[in-house]
């Protein structure tokens, strides 16, 4: 359980038809929310998200590519603020 993954900044992603947004401010979030809440998973940026995260969490990974492959998915998703 790493809890120095905290990204440089926050991740908002629109929730709720893009009423309201929400901040994703580590890699434990993104997996989280890429989990339960993402639109549509599947697709390349979807699968590197979740990858590249979920290997942070695990201290595989760098907090700072996990941020990066997760705005990238968001982003394609079309839920990036």
Do not use: H, N
């Given at each position: 359980m790493m809890d120095h993954d905290l990204?440089?900044?926050?991740?908002e992603v629109a929730?709720?038809?893009g009423d309201h947004f929400k901040?994703?401010?580590n890699s434990r979030e993104a997996v989280a929310?890429?989990?339960?809440?993402?639109?549509?998973?599947?697709?390349?940026?979807f699968?590197?998200?979740?990858?590249v995260c979920m290997d942070?969490?695990?201290?595989?990974?760098?907090?700072s590519a996990a941020a990066l492959a997760?705005?990238?998915?968001?982003?394609?998703?079309?839920i990036l603020r």
């Open positions: 990204w440089d900044r926050p991740i929730i709720e038809c901040s994703i401010r929310y890429l989990m339960t809440c993402w639109p549509q998973k599947g697709g390349e940026s699968a590197a998200a979740k990858r942070a969490v695990e201290g595989r990974s760098a907090p997760f705005r990238a998915a968001a982003r394609e998703a079309g």
